[in-house]
């Protein structure tokens, strides 16, 4: 008898279905090479996980190279979207903040701009040196701290924080320097000469060496864990360097202005001579401002770029490639300039100004031209908190005003006004 049950048709070959097939897929897959692990280790889960992501998204879990019949539609939501055209995102809106958050009314603040008598330090706290007395103004809990006046010194000149601010360096009228502790206000280091100039500028260099420029044009590095404090001295100025910047991303690099019209820019590394160990040349000498430089300072993120502010003479704002010396721009501020301070995550500046306008304006820097609109009226001096983005500015009558811009809060002198 003949069996009935049914019998399963079986072919010698498969005829793929050609139409059906993605071509670029197989030809990855017989061609990608294989990894076998030859070492026994196994696949780190940050590459385990990266394949699996390429196969949901690119390879769409496809094990099989033939096709035999036409695979069904994906779902429209399940397909990748790589064709979408990028819709443009909607720019936001920045708003600038013109009245101040805070003002503190200060008594005793000298009226000279060419003075550097505010500094806020990374501890969160701004220092001000009133006629012979320091304040400390801690802005985490707004108490205020004075330290022990000095007698027969003659008024402060330039105050500075340590980058620790373990100690706060003050410069008074008869030459004398003091490094004081923070947290006893009593002076810890310092030198006492009376055959030397007043002290106009201060900037520390680390933690231990600070760079001291005088009103007679010298400028010296002091290191004070050593007996013999004296390291070198920069020979280039003819009168009183009112501003000194170390650059923040190599601290190789020192810039200074002064009254004779001047910038240089020294280079710490740069060979000495036999004869005179302890005697730096310049790098490159600037006599294009036509007025006092009270103001320079490094961009953050550009190591071999430097701006720089004419006094009242001048009004103009230079940018400077510091490998070769050569001016990139120069933008005329219709005022002079007083302080400087370039945002530290994008390419904009804040200028503060003095007579005419007396403002405070934020300049867009890109590819060095720039486009500026005023902050802040009759602002001569300002400012910036190095922890939370605080900065001041001052005018007169003795006020501080706070005010926020770029994240960053400002103390000015005029009225001192700060931002936050």
């Known amino acids: 008898m003949s069996s009935s049950r049914s019998r399963r048709v079986e072919y010698d070959r498969f005829i793929p279905f050609r139409s059906a097939m993605d071509m670029d897929y197989a030809r990855f897959a017989l061609t990608r090479p294989s990894r076998p692990q030859r070492d026994g280790s196994r696949e780190s889960p940050s590459s385990v996980a990266y394949q699996k992501l390429l196969d949901d998204c690119i390879l769409k879990n496809r094990s099989r190279i033939l096709a035999f019949k036409t695979a069904p539609e994906a779902p429209a939501s399940k397909l990748p979207q790589f064709d979408e055209p990028i819709r443009p995102q909607k720019k936001q809106q920045r708003r600038i903040p013109k009245e101040p958050e805070?003002?503190?009314?200060?008594?005793?603040?000298?009226?000279?701009?060419?003075?550097?008598?505010?500094?806020?330090?990374?501890?969160?706290?701004?220092?001000?040196?009133?006629?012979?007395?320091?304040?400390?103004?801690d802005a985490a809990n707004e108490s205020t701290?004075?330290?022990?006046p000095a007698e027969d010194r003659g008024p402060i000149t330039c105050i500075r924080w340590s980058p620790d601010c373990a100690v706060l360096a003050v410069a008074y009228g008869n030459s004398d320097l003091a490094l004081i502790d923070p947290a006893t206000g009593h002076v810890v280091d310092g030198m006492e000469d009376?055959?030397?100039?007043?002290?106009?500028?201060?900037?520390?260099?680390?933690?231990?060496?600070?760079?001291?420029?005088?009103?007679?044009?010298?400028?010296?590095?002091?290191?004070?864990?050593k007996d013999d404090m004296f390291i070198c001295f920069y020979n280039g100025h003819r009168r009183g360097v009112c501003s000194l910047k170390w650059s923040g991303l190599s601290g190789r690099y020192l810039a200074s202005g002064g009254h004779d019209k001047l910038v240089h820019i020294w280079d710490a590394c740069m060979p000495v001579s036999r004869h005179r160990p302890r005697q730096?040349?310049?790098?490159?000498?600037?006599?294009?401002?036509t007025s006092i430089v009270k103001a320079v300072d490094w961009c953050p993120t550009r190591s071999n770029l430097l701006a720089s502010g004419g006094g009242c003479n001048d009004h103009c704002v230079k940018f400077w490639?510091?490998?070769?010396?050569?001016?990139?721009?120069?933008?005329?501020?219709g005022s002079e300039v007083c302080a400087l301070l370039w945002d530290k995550n994008k390419s904009e500046l804040l200028t503060s100004h003095g007579s005419p306008n007396n403002q405070l304006t934020l300049s867009?820097?890109?590819?060095?031209?720039?486009?500026?609109?005023?902050?802040?009226?009759?602002?001569?001096?300002?400012?910036?908190?190095?922890?939370?983005?605080?900065?001041?500015?001052?005018?007169?009558?003795?006020?501080l005003r706070f005010l926020m811009i770029f994240n960053m809060a400002l103390v000015s002198h005029e009225d001192i006004t700060l931002h936050t």
């Open 321 to 333: 490639n510091t490998i070769n010396g050569a001016c990139l721009n120069s933008i005329d501020a």
């Open 280 to 289: 730096r040349q310049w790098l490159h000498r600037i006599s294009s401002h």
């Open 194 to 225: 009376e055959n030397q100039a007043p002290v106009l500028s201060l900037a520390w260099r680390s933690n231990s060496i600070l760079t001291v420029g005088r009103f007679d044009g010298t400028v010296v590095d002091y290191d004070f864990r």
């Open 145 to 148: 701290k004075l330290l022990q």
């Open 102 to 137: 805070r003002v503190l009314v200060i008594r005793g603040l000298l009226d000279d701009n060419v003075l550097n008598l505010l500094d806020w330090g990374s501890n969160n706290v701004l220092a001000i040196g009133l006629e012979d007395a320091v304040y400390l103004w």
């Open 364 to 399: 867009v820097v890109g590819n060095i031209a720039m486009g500026s609109f005023v902050v802040s009226k009759r602002a001569a001096h300002f400012h910036t908190s190095r922890m939370d983005s605080r900065s001041s500015n001052m005018r007169q009558p003795p006020k």
